[in-house]
């Protein structure tokens, strides 16, 4: 199985830990994104659709990706997915954090997350910012994120 | 003039405009930046020391790297700098904006920031974030950038 899961996933795979033993969920890096099924699961947790053109180079020009995939020795469904860009020195920033609705409520996301941080921490990226949508606040800030505005540092938006 | 600009700071450069003509000041994505020459431009704004190396992947891994140089035919200085990263695509993040501070108040910084956003509108990046120090807070939302919070995008950090 474990050889199995290393072709499929890559050895950097990990597997999520969840409440059910007929189902295997797994964390990977190195598994190719498809583009399709990420469009679907954007789709699923009502993500305004992208040009699959754009969000290939997007992609492409990212720091790391992350899936999350029920596995199956043929089809592995992509059930999960993060992304981040930056420098991979300094700064990173991460992006489109999403879990499959079939999938939410068993942990997932905070798994999720803790393989991105991981992953960043390898690269010894100083620090790593993130934007959330109002109703995520509570996720994020119960995992050690800490919110704005501490005064510190102001976030602004710009759409050019 | 003309051909020597273009020869030391590349042909997407731009003169700035400022109330002196004894000196020329010139905008550049192109011309390299020295790294010993960020250094003390950085340590002139006041900002910590970061190890040499770590900043040379930074800068390498940067989507875009702005420097505004004092003009000389020989020597042109670096008094001005900011970077972005991201996807070039859908997100970028301006980082690091720093004007040497004998040539603040001449609206440089105003200058520098429509540089940079003018390159990121020729890529049709579809999102600008930022993260600003508190006392410049009014140097960015006098220029069109939307301070969060709004209830839309909460912003966190992390120190992995």
Not at 51 to 77: C, E, M, Y
Not at 86 to 101: E, F, L, S
Not at 133 to 150: K, R
């Amino acid at each position: 199985m474990s050889e199995l899961l290393n072709d499929l996933y890559g050895p950097a795979h990990q597997l999520c830990t969840i409440p059910s033993d007929r189902l295997t969920l797994v964390l990977s890096r190195e598994r190719e994104i498809d583009l399709i099924e990420l469009e679907q699961l954007c789709d699923a947790v009502g993500w305004s659709r992208r040009p699959l053109r754009r969000v290939r180079r997007a992609l492409q020009n990212s720091l790391l990706r992350v899936g999350i995939w029920r596995h199956d020795p043929r089809v592995p469904k992509l059930v999960g997915f993060a992304r981040c860009t930056g420098d991979g020195v300094i700064d990173a920033t991460v992006w489109d954090v999403a879990v499959h609705p079939l999938y939410q409520g068993a942990g997932l996301g905070k798994q999720l997350m803790a393989y991105v941080l991981a992953q960043l921490q390898r690269q010894q990226v100083q620090r790593v910012s993130l934007f959330a949508d109002p109703e995520v606040v509570g996720f994020y800030s119960g995992q050690g994120w800490e919110l704005e505005p501490q005064g510190r540092r102001c976030a602004f938006w710009y759409a050019p």
